[in-house]
């Protein structure tokens, strides 16, 4: 069984369900040490302010549908990335390398967009499958 079928083994309604319940906050800061990335960056690419975020933890501890949506797609590609480069580190820095292949951009930035994404899993595919550019 591969990373990424370990990390989605619960079903596609039980994910959909979280994403519109919202994650919790926690979820981000989890998804940002496994990254070792720094909150901000994370947080830029989810499209909230560290202010809201603030207000959230106090409020609901519950990240926006649509935020949650974008998390669990960063969450889905990081497993993509472990499965092709075997190595979690190695997944990590990948995504927070500049890619010729994607335009110089960060994969993790592209991650903002459903099109963005899309880029990176194709580019991640193809790494997969032995083409290189």
């Known amino acids: 069984m591969t990373y990424q079928e370990t990390a989605f083994s619960k079903s596609a309604s039980h994910t ?3 994403v519109r319940k919202g994650f919790s906050t926690g979820k981000l800061d989890n998804i940002a040490r496994l990254l070792g990335v720094d909150r901000a960056l994370l947080l ?3 499209g909230i302010s560290e202010r809201t975020l603030q207000r ?3 409020v609901s501890a519950r990240l926006s549908p649509a935020a949650s949506d974008r998390l669990a797609r960063i969450d889905r590609i990081y497993a993509l990335a472990v499965d092709v480069f075997g190595d979690t580190q190695m997944a990590a820095e990948w995504l927070k390398r500049p890619s010729r292949a994607l335009g ?8 903002d ?3 963005g994404t899309q880029q990176v899993e194709r580019e991640l595919r193809q790494l997969q499958h032995g083409f290189v550019f």
């Open 16 to 18: 959909i369900g979280a």
């Open 44 to 46: 830029r690419v989810l």
């Open 56 to 58: 959230k933890n106090v």
């Open 104 to 111: 110089k951009e960060l994969p993790l930035r592209l991650l």
């Open 113 to 115: 967009t459903d099109a």
